[in-house]
Antibody, heavy 121, light 109 residues
Framework: EVQLVESGGGLVQPGRSLRLSCAASGFNFDDYAMHWVRQAPGKGLEWVSGISWNSGRIGYADSVKGRFTIYRDNAKKSLYLQMNSLRAEDMALYYC??????????????WGQGTLVTVSS | EIVLTQSPGTLSLSPGERATLSCRASQSVSSSYLAWYQQRPGQAPRLLIYGASSRATGIPDRFSGSGSGTDFTLTISRLEPEDFAVYYCQQYGGSPPVSFGPGTKVDFK
């Protein structure tokens, strides 16, 4: 059974940093691209960032480019999102999502339950 | 930039009825790179359809997708109680590489 478990969310002041983690199990992690997708409270879905199976291709939404960094550790079956210079508009539930293929195809076939990031002073 | 709009915003139906949800793109979606997701309250989204009409693993056949170009449809042939949820369409492969529609809520009449 595919499982994605996010962690690392919490309350952070504007301008500060936070690192999210996603632990994967139940599939060959290093065979698939992975993504972060977020959802602000009561709002819709927004893709944040994605990374191919071997980290050779990485993409970011314009809203986070230059502030967020995605990376993965295939040996640890883990995905990460380093978030710097956080803003109020970054407040959301952050989901880790698995792609259907090894490259960035942006079809999210499995999702974690999310970790909540609250940005407030 | 491809912008997706979904209609209606809310669809009020009863169990057993047919639901027809629309997703319209501001530009043609290449190769029908369109997906549909279901999100039940308090849960993560779940992939239903990709490639406009291919059902994801484990999705019941009462869910079907159709369309091409700029107009796409998700049809639920007979609503089950667990189908009352929010449905999002998503394009991939365009510019930006991925974007979601605002969602259609299917609720009880």
């Amino acid at each position: 059974e595919v499982q994605l478990v996010e962690s690392g969310g919490g309350l952070v002041q504007p301008g500060r940093s936070l690192r999210l983690s996603c632990a994967a199990s139940g599939f060959n992690f290093d065979d698939y691209a992975m993504h972060w997708v977020r959802q602000a409270p009561g709002k819709g879905l927004e893709w944040v960032s994605g990374i191919s199976w071997n980290s050779g291709r990485i993409g970011y939404a314009d809203s986070v480019k230059g502030r967020f960094t995605i990376y993965r550790d295939n040996a640890k079956k883990s995905l990460y999102l380093q978030m710097n210079s956080l803003r109020a508009e970054d407040m959301a539930l952050y989901y880790c999502a698995k792609d259907r293929v090894f490259e960035l195809w942006y079809i999210f076939d499995y999702w974690g339950q999310g970790t909540l990031v609250t940005v407030s002073s | 930039e491809i912008v997706l709009t979904q209609s209606p915003g809310t669809l009020s139906l009863s169990p057993g009825e047919r639901a027809t949800l629309s997703c319209r793109a501001s530009q043609s979606v290449s190769s029908s790179y369109l997906a549909w997701y279901q999100q039940r309250p308090g849960q993560a989204p779940r992939l239903l359809i990709y490639g406009a009409s291919s059902r994801a693993t484990g999705i019941p056949d009462r869910f079907s997708g159709s369309g091409s170009g700029t107009d796409f449809t998700l049809t639920i042939s007979r609503l089950e109680p667990e189908d009352f949820a929010v449905y999002y369409c998503q394009q991939y492969g365009g510019s930006p590489p991925v974007s979601f529609g605002p969602g259609t809520k299917v609720d009880f009449k």
